[in-house]
């Protein structure tokens, strides 16, 4: 296939346009360049002939026309977004902006390329998004998400990614364009962009700063290896049913807390400080705004339909992820300047 991969140069963009070239597919990457997006990502694909770059803003309908027309994709990957909540919470419009209405432009140059081709069949619009869409669930462990929970979004950034998939199947229904959607869990693994809570962890580690965890560190969330969800993903646009949504999760369920806990007792062993453990740095620190309690995906559609399964438990996605950031120093000393990297954002 020829993909066409939009945010594919930020965390799980790049893995799945890595993993999409190995596989045999062309790539199309489709990026603004943005605060947290990085070529160095794909580095390692970039003189690939199956592979090309365009640097574009997915709100620029014209750009898009151009894209399209110059690649021709037989489907398209949507991952560009904004992501953080605690960026949510201090700037909303810039989320409304991408998610909204970037994918209003994205859905649009995507259905004016499908009808210039004649409505093939098999070209596919599939639409990446979160499973913080729906809310925030109570602690019972049998109660988890699935494609029939209803929507609930507690932020600014969920109820933007909550505004996209509607609009996704909104276009299938009324103009019958061909979508796939997706909804993960929290993801984590290697090129993960230093404001997120496992790099925040391991790089405030290292340099003997506070580990920060928010209100009491309660907060269960189910944690997917990115490498895991890539594979989902292009299994999910070539085989998902048209006009299917499939939830993404690592069936790796830990509060926050416990998760730092085992990112500490794994650097004290790769990374020993000499004296005590790194959980010695953990500082607890006023709690998000409107802050969901807990997240759990129920994965049996995609298992059972596609065949998909994680590859590895959490344990060992987060020492793959704590080796790759030990070893990975260069990319991730380069970031540390980026706007907002290193401040607590999203208090309100």
């Known amino acids: 296939m020829k993909l066409l991969v939009t945010g594919g140069a930020g965390f799980i963009g790049s ?113 990446i998004s979160t499973d913080e869409v729906y809310g925030s669930l109570p602690a019972d462990p049998a ?50 962009f230093p404001e997120k809570l496992i790099p925040v962890i391991i790089l405030n580690a290292l340099a003997g700063k506070p580990l920060p965890i928010y209100g009491d560190g309660s907060n269960v969330r189910d944690w997917l290896y990115v490498e895991d969800h890539a594979e989902a993903l292009l299994l999910a646009v070539q085989k998902g049913a048209v006009g299917r949504s499939y939830n993404i999760g690592g069936g790796n369920e830990r509060s926050n807390l416990e998760l730092v806990q085992a990112l500490c007792a794994i650097l004290d062993e790769k990374r020993p400080k000499g004296q005590g453990s790194y959980a010695n740095q953990i500082t607890f620190v006023a709690d998000r705004p409107g802050h969901d309690a807990r997240y759990a995906i129920d994965p049996s559609r995609i298992e059972e339909e596609l065949g998909w399964r994680p590859s590895v438990t959490v344990e060992e996605g987060l020492a793959h992820t704590v080796e790759w950031y030990l070893d990975n120093e260069d990319w991730w000393r380069a970031l540390q300047s980026r706007e907002g990297v290193g401040k607590r954002l999203g208090t309100g």
């Open 143 to 192: 109660i988890r998400f699935t494609e029939d929970t209803s929507y609930d979004p507690r932020s600014p950034y969920s109820a933007s990614k909550a505004g996209s998939d509607h609009l996704v199947r909104a276009w299938h229904e009324t103009y019958g364009l061909p979508v796939v959607l997706t909804n993960c869990s929290n993801n984590y693994g290697p090129y993960h």
């Open 15 to 127: 893995a799945v346009v890595r993993r999409a070239v190995a596989q045999g597919h062309q790539v199309v990457n489709l990026d603004a360049l943005t605060y947290a997006a990085c070529l160095e990502n794909v580095a390692s694909v970039a003189d690939s002939p199956a592979y090309a770059f365009e640097r574009a803003d997915i709100r620029d309908r014209a750009a898009l026309d151009r894209i399209f027309a110059a690649h021709d994709p037989d489907a398209v990957m949507h991952l560009a977004a904004e992501s953080h909540v605690d960026r949510s919470i201090d700037g909303p419009a810039t989320f409304i902006e991408t998610n909204v209405m970037g994918t209003f432009h994205m859905l649009e140059a995507a259905r004016a390329h499908w009808v210039r081709k004649g409505r093939p069949g098999d070209f596919r619009f599939h639409h």
